[in-house]
């Protein structure tokens, strides 16, 4: 197991979604104003006790997502809806293109790194 990820595990995976939620969101330089328990209570109210089972990346599965895709990640300021739905409204567009940290390819650069990979 990752050496990160087992330090969290030890507190609990909740704790660790959480961590790594609020991580991401700094990565992308956007404000994480939730607490764990602001967090924890605000998932499951939305999706009850189930609620990990029911959040993650498949496109059937929740997420926490604001509105517009701005502002904080704040209780008044995200809604609960699926992976499907976010991608569709945010076009993936907040995947670190606040922090400029975002690499864009030249083609030439883009068929260099698929002939690396025998895709070509």
Same mark, same amino acid.
């Given at each position: 197991?990752?050496?990160?990820?087992?330090?969290?595990?030890?507190?609990?995976?909740?704790?660790?979604?959480?961590?790594?939620?609020?991580?991401?969101?700094?990565?992308?330089?956007?404000?994480?104003?939730?607490?764990?328990?602001?967090?924890?209570?605000?998932?499951?109210?939305?999706?009850?006790?189930?609620?990990?089972?029911?959040?993650?990346?498949?496109?059937?599965?929740?997420?926490?997502?604001?509105?517009? %895709?701005?502002?904080?990640? +704040?209780?008044?300021?995200?809604?609960?809806?699926?992976? @499907? $739905?976010? /991608?569709?409204?945010? =076009?993936?567009?907040?995947? %670190?293109?606040?922090?400029? +940290?975002?690499?864009?390819?030249?083609?030439?650069?883009? @068929? $260099?790194? /698929?002939?690396?990979? =025998?895709?070509?």
């Amino acid at each position: 197991m990752h050496k990160s990820r087992s330090r969290y595990t030890k507190m609990g995976w909740q704790r660790y979604l959480y961590a790594c939620h609020k991580f991401g969101a700094k990565r992308r330089g956007i404000s994480f104003e939730f607490s764990f328990e602001e967090w924890l209570k605000w998932w499951k109210d939305n999706l009850g006790k189930n609620w990990m089972a029911l959040r993650g990346n498949r496109s059937d599965q929740y997420h926490m997502a604001r509105y517009g %895709g701005k502002g904080p990640y +704040r209780a008044d300021n995200v809604k609960c809806i699926t992976a @499907l $739905e976010n /991608r569709k409204e945010g =076009g993936q567009k907040n995947r %670190g293109e606040a922090s400029g +940290r975002v690499a864009k390819l030249t083609t030439g650069q883009m @068929l $260099e790194v /698929r002939m690396a990979h =025998g895709e070509l």
